[in-house]
């Protein structure tokens, strides 16, 4: 398995057609914004999804011919959980395909403080752990006083 993908954004929306919309990609950097520092009220409402692609070789085809996979989804703030989603892969993976694409939309997140943000994904088969992938970059949360407010 290796990870093509890995998107922090607002939210993921499954089309038909097999397709994805993803809104309001984040880069590495989440800027809070507001009149004054003292405005700012931690912590913070912030909706986030995450989008992971992954891309099946040949090996993980044979180990696995039924894609029954199950992941753990971790983030973390500053080091500390902020959230996490279990459940399976099987309903997201189309049985011909070699990426897998995997949606993980639309959680309200309380952000205490400014910070950093990171992410395990963990895919297991049969309870054991098969693949960790860890983000490729951190997401810094900042705050920026907003001109013209």
């Not at 912590?43 to 070789?57: F, T």
């Not at 996490?84 to 189309?94: P, S």
Request: overall charge negative; aromatic content about 10%; glycine content about 6%.
């Amino acid at each position: 398995m290796k990870l093509l993908d890995f998107i922090v954004c607002d939210d993921i929306r499954l089309e038909l057609g097999n397709k994805v919309t993803i809104v309001g990609v984040y880069g590495d950097v989440i800027m809070v914004e507001a009149k004054n520092i003292s405005a700012i009220s931690w912590p913070i409402p912030l909706k986030m999804a995450v989008y992971w692609r992954i891309q099946l070789d040949q090996d993980d085809k044979n180990q696995w011919p039924e894609r029954n996979f199950d992941f753990e989804l971790n983030a973390f703030h500053n080091s500390e959980p902020l959230f996490q989603f279990v459940g399976k892969l099987e309903e997201h993976i189309n049985k011909d395909a070699q990426i897998i694409g995997i949606p993980f939309a639309g959680a309200i997140v309380g952000l205490k403080s400014t910070g950093v943000l990171t992410f395990d994904l963990i895919i297991k088969s049969s309870g054991k752990e098969i693949k960790r992938f860890t983000s490729p970059y951190e997401v810094v949360v900042k705050t920026k006083l907003q001109e013209n407010f």
